[in-house]
């Protein structure tokens, strides 16, 4: 400690809210997810791809897009409209189920338990009751654990993953069904088996799912589940579906479809339009009415009346009408509110750094053991959870007078507390007539139950019953918030926060002497400071809040108090959401860059070792270089050399692509021949030489050289590599960077579509006898494409040529190596890319940039050399 005196590391160190540590070398970039000491961050993972977003223009699109007309658009985009509507009701059906679900077995544990606290009360077999509400707990929190061991992605609350699939990662195994039904089931059985965790974050990720999984109408779970539906074959049509499936998710969670809509939008969709807008809150309003009608149908009866708009209601807000000074908030509560928005950042940076601690404590102790390990903790978990609830409900609890209630029996009150008649139980254990025990009440009801007691309980919490349960919660939530169960934690956040709120209220009216103030909005105030500062979200969480409580009047205050707690909260740390994608390795990209980023260019973070294909090159050189990299694309290139004519003779391959090559260029003087015209000028002599030879005779001259006329460089001379041969490990610097004319990207996957599709030609034939396949032959095996060691190379005759071209995107954005890195950021995030050539000013390929050479580490790391240099 003497050590750091003076330090502002040592004091974060200490209170554990650690920063960015700055001694990072960028060597350790190459590291997949280690970290030099305890307190580095771990290093963004280069095994996580980008998703396909942008548009491949190759000949098989542009034959789909020759047969277009109106009238295919506008059936495409009805039938658009029809699976958005599909997705929103489907959603809203499965919050349905684990809503019912929950609710049945919460109501069968807390019955029986109930029932049997009261009776042992008066016996003194209280231990009974403990072991049965232990076994009830045990068995849910078991099934739950298993159901996460058959898929792993479904343990947390799918937020994180889901934002980092809406920002263009492919987390793999994220919107599979199996990860659906996994979700479902666990989630029911974690918040019926009394877990602090909620159901409300799930609904997102299983939202999300089925928006993946719904317009392509085949399962690879079940793979006998398949339709011939030839639309939406693409990661663009799927991510804009995924993005509707989430905000979906958030509507039937919470009965705010505009809320959802916004959620999708801040927490990382990076390309937006108006018509996805449109469709996503097409798709918000199904899902949060499909829920209303079902759920008041089944619980009141009355179909049609829509009185239950989602999951999470908090009820109506109003004074009591004998209370004439009752305001729900003034101008001098703001105050108050400010305070309690920097309070709530506190504790929300606090929670998130103990809960870092103890996920990394997880991945190294507990994550590499037998997965049967995770179990035992989670049991662990629910042991000490259940204990907890039962001895803190019948020994810490105080007995308090209730101000308006009406007896049911079976030792509780029946206490209406809204408008729309939303009752919630009031427990009496150990505690005399017209009494209530307010730790029980909050302890031994579920938890949607215990925050609508916080909003609307007319009776009293006592301010230590509060603050001891604030403790317990916030404390077991965090512990629990990351064990292999799936678990949401908007719920748990809202209630400890309430909790809170409720604490706070407390104290200003019986302290202080603030008789105007009204508990339920202070509770709710609260509730959104600890949110915020847990999960750091402002637009989407402040509508949220305004649309649960159908209140206009809390904007203010609610965008107040989440603002303040988020830049107090930031001032430590990330968002939960944030640090779990980092503990993931998951190369997120922000909304923008630092401003001192804008000092490196394009040249100082792409790629430059490149490993490329020719437009016509030996299937035993594709299989090599698929077999050999990891790459999910490859530029296609030529050389440039001056001594072309040599290369030509003799070798069908070599000819082949020297003449794509001069077509290329012959394209380019034609074009520069129609801009002199159009100007009424002449080309430059070297276009106009080009193309008046081109004219004359379709093979130039033996002592001209083309290429040589349009580029006007040296040029020496290469070993003969030219197709053959694979980029190799073993070239030397001058073979490996030699120039190389830009024609376009084409994917790993459709070279092995191609290769096993048999799609090729032998040397003594025309590429033009290379069999074509159509658009729908090229997506038929989306989203999981043959594998490149699943072939079968016997099939292959490895000296027959593969013409790249038709297949190609022959114009992807590119950037020039001089485009400051803000420019490049802003254009690889808007457009969804997953790779950026970087092409000179002569059409030469000099690098490539993909998401890992964005990531703010990778910038931090190439800043640092920059400063180095000068």
Known sequence: MAGCRGSPCCCCRWCCCCGERESRTPEELTILGETQEEEDEILPRKDYESLDYDRCINDPYLEVLETMDNKKGRRYEVVKWMVVFAIGVCTGLVGLFVDFSVRLFTQLKFGVVQTSVEECSQRGCLALSLLELLGFNLTFVFLASLLVLIEPVAAGSGIPEIKCYLNGVKVPGIVRLRTLLCKVFGVLFSVAGGLFVGKEGPMIHSGAVVGAGLPQFQSISLRKIQFNFPYFRSDRDKRDFVSAGAAAGVAAAFGAPIGGTLFSLEEGSSFWNQGLTWKVLFCSMSAAFTLNFFRSGVQFGSWGSFQLPGLLSFGEFKCSDSDKKCHLWTAMDLGFFVVMGVIGGLLGATFNCLNKRLAKYRMRNVHPKPKLVRVLESLLVSLVTTVVVFVASMVLGECRQMSSASQTGNGSFQLQATSEDVNSTIKTFFCPNDTYNDMATLFFNSQESAILQLFHQDGTFSPITLALFFILYFLLAC???????????????????????????????????????????????????????????????????????????????????????????????????????????????????????????????????????????????????????????????????????????????????????????????????????????????????????????????????????????????????YPDQSPSEDWTMEERFRPLTFHGLVLRSQLVTLL?????YSESQSSASQPRLSYAEMAEDYPRYPDIHDLDLTLLNPRMIVDVTPYMNPSPFTVSPNTHVSQVFNLFRTMGLRHLPVVNAVGEIVGIITRHNLTSEFLQARLRQHYQTL
Request: with cysteine; net charge neutral; hydrophobic share 40%.
């Open 756 to 760: 096993v599709r048999g799609v090729c």
């Open 479 to 721: 512990w629990t918030f990351g064990t292999s169960v799936p678990s949401g934690l908007f719920v748990p956040s809202l209630l400890c926060g309430a909790a809170f709120g409720r604490l706070v209220a407390s104290i200003l009216k019986s302290y202080i002497g603030l008789g105007h103030i009204y508990s339920g909005t202070f509770a709710l105030i609260g509730a959104a400071a600890f949110l915020g500062g847990v999960v750091r979200m402002t637009i989407s969480l402040t509508v949220i809040l305004m649309e649960s409580t159908n209140e206009i009047t809390y904007g203010l205050p609610i965008m107040i108090t989440l603002m303040v707690a988020k830049w107090t909260g930031d001032f430590f740390n990330k968002g939960i959401y944030d640090i779990h994608v980092g503990l993931r390795g998951v190369p997120l990209l922000e909304w923008e860059t630092e401003v001192e980023m804008d000092k490196l260019r394009a040249s100082d973070i792409m790629e430059p070792n490149l490993t490329y294909v020719y437009p016509h090159t030996r299937i035993q050189s594709l299989v090599s270089i698929l077999r050999t990299t990891v790459h999910h694309a490859f530029p296609v290139v030529t050389e440039n050399r001056g001594n072309e004519k040599d290369f030509m003779k003799g070798n069908q391959l070599i000819s082949n692509n020297i003449k794509f090559k001069k077509s290329s260029i012959l394209t380019r003087a034609g074009e520069q021949r129609k801009r002199g015209q159009s100007m009424k000028s002449y080309p430059s002599s070297e276009l106009r030489n080009v193309c008046d030879e081109h004219v004359a005779s379709e093979e130039p001259a033996e002592k001209e050289d083309l290429l040589q006329q349009m580029l006007e460089r040296r040029y020496t001379p290469y070993p003969n590599l």
